[in-house]
T-cell receptor
Framework: NAGVMQNPRHLVRRRGQEARLRCSPM?????VYWYRQLPEEGLKFMVY????????ESGMPKERFSAEFPKEGPSILRIQQVVRGDSAAYFC???????????FGQGTRLTVV | TQLLEQSPQFLSIQEGENLTVYCNSS?????LQWYRQEPGEGPVLLVT?????EVKKLKRLTFQFGDARKDSSLHITAAQPGDTGLYLC???????????FGTGTRLKVLA
């Protein structure tokens, strides 16, 4: 059973470009969480999604950031018009149901130049 | 806003020593998880505790959930260089269905 798959592992974008981060949850998991981690810091919650629904987006900036988890395909975290401060590691986790144990992917390291 | 404070923030010890990492909050959590993260990788789940006062053991690691479910500790016996990493606690506040992560403890075990 494959784990949580995130791609790309590394992404470099110029200021003003768009970044798309993908997360394929573990098989049978319909709940996805996105977290951001700055160097030497813990993980900051961004958004919690269930298939086709955003359950909690309280940790996601209101501008430039969006997330989706369609019925088919991976969950996508989209950052428009990236700025240097968006540089971070973005982690996705999935679980089979609410409040169940969540398993993390290896993350996407975004660098904005 | 629920906050999880971990202490110490950094810890460097010799192989064979014992250590304890603390995770504290003023909020009550339905459950609490401990993760270990290595550089360039995602966090790996070590344990989940649910019941106040619960103690779980994983080889040389002992995890305890406070009676009031506001705090937790991780004790490592006879630390080894392979234990080196960032240790993170994460709590699920009742009814929120999301995990809030602690500030992390960076452990380095010297051979």
């Amino acid at each position: 059973n494959a784990g949580v798959m995130q791609n790309p592992r590394h992404l470099v974008r110029r200021r003003g470009q768009e970044a798309r981060l993908r997360c394929s949850p573990m098989k049978g998991h319909s709940h996805v969480y996105w977290y951001r981690q700055l160097p030497e810091e813990g993980l900051k919650f961004m958004v919690y999604l269930q298939k086709e629904n955003i359950i909690d987006e309280s940790g996601m900036p209101k501008e430039r950031f969006s997330a989706e988890f369609p019925k088919e395909g991976p969950s996508i975290l989209r950052i428009q018009q990236v700025v240097r401060g968006d540089s971070a590691a973005y982690f996705c986790a999935s679980s089979p149901q609410r409040a169940a144990e969540a398993f993390f992917g290896q993350g996407t390291r975004l660098t904005v130049v | 806003t629920q906050l999880l404070e971990q202490s110490p923030q950094f810890l460097s010890i010799q192989e064979g020593e014992n250590l304890t990492v603390y995770c504290n909050s003023s909020s009550v959590f339905s459950s609490l998880q401990w993760y270990r993260q290595e550089p360039g990788e995602g966090p790996v789940l070590l344990v989940t505790v649910v019941t106040g006062g619960e103690v779980k053991k994983l080889k040389r690691l002992t995890f305890q959930f406070g009676d009031a479910r506001k705090d937790s500790s991780l004790h490592i016996t006879a630390a080894q260089p392979g234990d080196t990493g960032l240790y993170l606690c994460a709590g699920e506040a009742a009814g929120t269905y999301k995990y809030i992560f602690g500030t992390g403890t960076r452990l380095k075990v010297l051979a």
